[in-house]
């Protein structure tokens, strides 16, 4: 640490300070506090952890949901097809 304090770079305009010993980092450039800045910044990445953890989960539950109708039509086929068969026997005799 110098004589000027620890050395930050603001989160807003990218300007780099010094804090002077000060407890409140403000940018001399923009004022952007930057510790409401930092809150800020790690609630917005909470809230974009939280819509992609919706976003996999949907999907998620999209594709079993695919997977589900697929078996069932191929469930419905093969019943189907079972039909059929036995209609044929039938012919046959």
């Keep these: 640490m110098t004589e000027l304090g620890n ?8 300007t780099k300070f010094y804090d002077l010993g ?3 980092l403000i940018c001399p450039k923009c004022g952007g506090n930057q510790k409401e800045l ?6 917005n990445k909470n809230k ?12 998620a539950e999209a594709k079993e949901k695919k997977e589900k109708k697929e078996k069932k039509a191929k469930k419905a086929k093969e019943l189907a097809s079972d039909e ?8 046959k005799k």
């Design 22 to 24: 000060k407890s409140e």
């Design 84 to 91: 059929k068969k036995a209609v044929d026997g039938d012919k």
């Design 48 to 59: 974009e952890k939280q819509q992609k953890k919706k976003k996999v989960k949907a999907k």
């Design 7 to 14: 050395k930050h770079e603001c989160l807003t305009c990218s």
């Design 38 to 43: 930092a809150e800020a910044d790690e609630a």
